[in-house]
T-cell receptor
């Protein structure tokens, strides 16, 4: 599975957009980018996924660069409940979790 | 439309006892995955099962751990002769038909070995 690189931690002010970057320079053409998050001690929660095109749902937007070597998850109006560890995963055969980004929303 | 159900939520076992963790997938899902999360660490894949078959057990410890997903009933993760190092959160996920359709996770079972 392609390796992903994410910042260890980030802060974001409540109400602002949270932009979480992810590098996946070794991604293959048929591998999807998935984002999950884990709110303290709970089970991971699916956020969004994409292959080539940008995607948007009720939770977030996913921007994938044209060369597919990086992507950005955008939470448009962060709330305190968005404080969590966010995992960017390149899916080939199974979900393999890295260390993720610990996002803290500041009041 | 219940999600992935795991029970028990919390399980305490003495060293040497057996632990059985249950996972009922979402309705219509026939693929089950087990993950383990040690304290302050990330989630590690353990095993992937379809009904009555183990598809990928590359993350399972070689000894004391086993998993099954029978034709009827929940998937079971069994840990024999537990040791303190088995203390962790064990998460189950299910999907309707393989990896690309995404996984839905349960709330986990927190195993404490005393």
């Amino acid at each position: 599975d392609a390796k992903t690189t994410q910042p260890t931690s980030m802060d974001c002010a409540e109400g602002r957009a949270a932009n979480l970057p992810c590098n996946h320079s070794t991604i293959s053409g048929n591998e999807y980018v998935y984002w999950y998050r884990q709110i303290h001690s709970q089970g991971p929660q699916y956020i969004i996924h994409g292959l080539k095109n940008n995607e948007t749902n009720e939770m977030a937007s996913l921007i994938i660069t044209e060369d597919r070597k990086s992507s950005t998850l955008i939470l448009p109006h962060a709330t305190l409940r968005d404080t969590a560890v966010y995992y960017c995963i390149v899916l080939n055969e199974k979900l393999t979790f890295g260390t993720g980004t610990r996002l803290t929303i500041i009041p | 439309n219940a999600g992935v159900m795991q029970n028990p939520r919390h399980l305490v076992r003495r060293r040497g006892q057996e632990a059985r963790l249950r996972c009922s997938p979402m309705k219509g899902h026939s693929h089950v995955y087990w993950y383990r999360q040690l304290p302050e660490e990330g989630l590690k894949f353990m095993v992937y099962l379809q009904k009555e078959n183990i598809i990928d057990e590359s993350g399972m410890p070689k000894e004391r751990f086993s998993a099954e997903f029978p034709k009827e009933g929940p998937s079971i993760l069994r840990i024999q002769q537990v040791v303190r190092g088995d203390s962790a959160a064990y998460f189950c996920a299910s999907s309707p038909g393989g990896h690309f359709l995404g996984y839905t996770f349960g709330s986990g079972t927190r195993l404490t070995v005393v």
